[in-house]
């Protein structure tokens, strides 16, 4: 897919982030916040039905600045008497970008409310490099507890919000984080929570030798090779390359996952990512073990396409979710 065929609102924007982010990272794997906070426009909670979804944010941890955005969708999308599964969200950014108020995953998130007919509760979680690994995944898997611990009269939910029927999902780095954290909810007892399923859109995986894909595409626009191997040096522990387990999960030094319980998976993948080898090996490597996983892949498809909602891939996806949904919830 070539950057001119994509519409115009999105091509500026891309433009303008791609600039921020090449102006806020320093050499030194630092990031300029107060610089890029001029191309991250945020959007507020609204309790009012925006687009047939209502917002709020929850801080659940003030002393680390975690919070949630609880998106919900209003009656005149669901019926009075729906129940509504439940869709945890981590947001991509290389683990260094955006939040959950960022305009393109308030979007995201409120599009998947809406059409999927879920209450999607996307996470703020702490960035790279300030806050390397393993915090991102600790502020994953507590956000997870915190929905567990939750009195049902908190007042955020809508009365029949199933939490016997939630979802882990992510893109990019959030697709990275929802594994880590599905990985160790498999051995934590919850009191009523229950997670079905895994959906890893473009997950960021990596390793040292480089796949076909990354030299491929390593001048894609949503992300390039540069960009990714940044990422992963403001992601990692000081010295580690990315043969480290956080990022090449099914290597050498990676943990065995065959006898942890694991979520039913949905792995999603770009044809014209950079990261469509590795989105495959994970897929293959879930599959070898034992796991329940499923591949869509969407040929034409560049790195973030889901955030585009006029491409015809972003609808496609939404409803290869929904029928995933509707698969998982009829067993």
């Given at each position: 897919m070539e950057l001119e065929t994509l519409p115009l609102k999105f091509r500026i924007l891309l433009r303008l982030h791609s600039f921020g982010s090449f102006i806020s990272r320093r050499s030194n794997i630092t990031v300029n916040r107060f610089l890029i906070s001029f191309f991250d426009p945020k959007i507020p909670p609204s309790s009012k039905p925006h687009n047939g979804?209502?917002?709020?944010?929850?801080?659940?941890?003030?002393?680390?600045?975690?919070?949630?955005?609880?998106?919900?969708?209003?009656?005149?999308?669901?019926?009075?008497?729906?129940?509504?599964?439940?869709?945890?969200?981590?947001?991509?950014?290389?683990?260094?970008?955006?939040?959950?108020n960022s305009m393109p995953y308030d979007d995201l998130c409120r599009r998947l409310a809406r059409d999927l007919r879920v209450v999607v509760v996307s996470v703020n979680y702490r960035l790279s490099p300030e806050h390397p690994y393993p915090i991102p995944y600790e502020d994953g898997f507590d956000a997870l507890k915190f929905l567990d611990d939750m009195d049902s009269d908190f007042g955020i939910f809508p009365a029949k919000v199933d939490l016997s029927r939630c979802l882990l999902a992510g893109d990019s780095a959030g697709g990275n984080l929802a594994h880590h954290v599905a990985v160790r909810a498999g051995s934590y007892h919850f009191k009523k929570l229950k997670i079905k399923g895994l959906i890893a859109i473009q997950p960021f995986f990596g390793g040292e030798a480089r796949v076909e894909s990354e030299i491929r595409f390593s001048e894609s626009p949503m992300l390039n090779l540069e960009q990714a191997d940044w990422y992963w040096k403001a992601f990692l522990p000081t010295g580690c390359d990315r043969n480290?387990?956080?990022?090449?999960?099914?290597?050498?030094?990676?943990?065995?996952?065959?006898?942890?319980?694991?979520?039913?998976?949905?792995?999603?993948?770009?044809?014209?990512?950079?990261?469509?080898?590795?989105?495959?090996?994970?897929?293959?490597?879930?599959?070898?073990?034992?796991?329940?996983?499923?591949?869509?892949?969407?040929?034409?498809?560049?790195?973030?396409?889901?955030?585009?909602?006029?491409?015809?891939?972003?609808?496609?996806?939404?409803?290869?979710?929904?029928?995933?949904?509707?698969?998982?919830?009829?067993?």
């Open positions: 979804v209502s917002t709020h944010d929850v801080v659940f941890d003030s002393s680390r600045n975690l919070w949630i955005r609880v998106f919900v969708p209003s009656s005149s999308v669901v019926g009075d008497n729906d129940t509504l599964p439940v869709i945890l969200y981590y947001h991509g950014g290389g683990f260094v970008f955006f939040s959950a480290h387990p956080a990022a090449h999960v099914f290597g050498r030094r990676a943990e065995d996952i065959s006898g942890v319980k694991f979520p039913v998976t949905l792995v999603i993948v770009g044809g014209q990512d950079q990261l469509l080898d590795w989105g495959k090996r994970y897929y293959e490597w879930l599959k070898e073990g034992g796991k329940d996983v499923d591949l869509v892949e969407y040929p034409n498809a560049i790195h973030g396409f889901y955030l585009v909602p006029e491409l015809k891939d972003a609808s496609l996806l939404i409803k290869d979710v929904s029928d995933f949904i509707h698969k998982l919830m009829a067993v």
